[in-house]
């Protein structure tokens, strides 16, 4: 994945992708996301912008949450919880397992702000959630529960699981690597398809528009 500046995706849903720290001095590209509703400002999983992109966020208004979607996405919420003062909400299940502080806890199938809510992803990494957004014809907000990775997509270590095959290529589920549990993994895979959405937003990889939810049922079969 290349820098990508702050893009309109879809109504209310923008994109951006930068660099986040992922194990000591390593870093790799990937995305967070911004989703608007006429009161809220919310930063998923959120990286630090260059300068120009910070001014075409606030463009949009002050950020009023942040929702994290698993312990590996704190990335730079500290930077943004003391630019705007942003509390910060995540999985209760990571209550003893996030490295940052968490204003509010929640938990599968409750409302959030922007019209959002969370879907428990259980055999995933602990505590993964996929955010459903609501709007239009629906779209799932993904941390690491599905990737799309394409050829050329991130940098090292992440090739080096690919050139292994131990990251799928194109539109997949969590690397099992990193599963907690396949089997339940699985259950949380096929029980997407129960949800209304033709969108899927990956943190890892370029998002699906439109048509989503016919390319997941495929994989889950």
Request: aromatic share 8%; charged share 20%; hydrophobic share 40%.
């Amino acid at each position: 994945m290349k820098p990508e500046a702050l893009t309109d995706c879809l109504p209310g849903i923008y994109r951006a992708v930068a660099k986040v720290p992922i194990n000591g001095p390593m870093s790799m590209m990937a995305a967070m996301h911004v989703i608007k509703t006429n009161d809220a400002l919310i930063l998923v999983d959120p990286c630090r912008l260059p300068d120009s992109d910070l001014k075409t966020l606030e463009d949009l208004g002050t950020p009023t949450h942040i929702i994290i979607t698993c312990s590996n996405h704190v990335r730079h919420t500290q930077f943004y919880r003391d630019r705007y003062k942003t509390p910060v909400l995540a999985n209760r299940a990571l209550v003893s397992k996030i490295e940052t502080g968490v204003d509010t806890f929640f938990g599968d199938g409750d409302a959030l702000p922007g019209g959002l809510s969370g879907i428990d992803m259980p055999g995933m990494s602990p505590g993964e959630t996929i955010l459903l957004h609501s709007g239009g014809k629906g779209a799932l907000i993904v941390g690491d529960a599905i990737f799309n990775y394409q050829k050329g997509d991130f940098a090292l270590p992440m090739k080096l699981f690919s050139a292994i095959g131990m990251l799928p290529k194109g539109l997949s589920p969590m690397p099992g690597f990193a599963m907690e549990n396949k089997a339940e993994a699985a259950k949380s895979s096929r029980k997407l398809l129960d949800y209304t959405f033709d969108a899927i937003f990956v943190s890892h990889g370029s998002p699906f528009l439109s048509g989503a939810k016919a390319k997941w049922q495929e994989v889950v079969a």
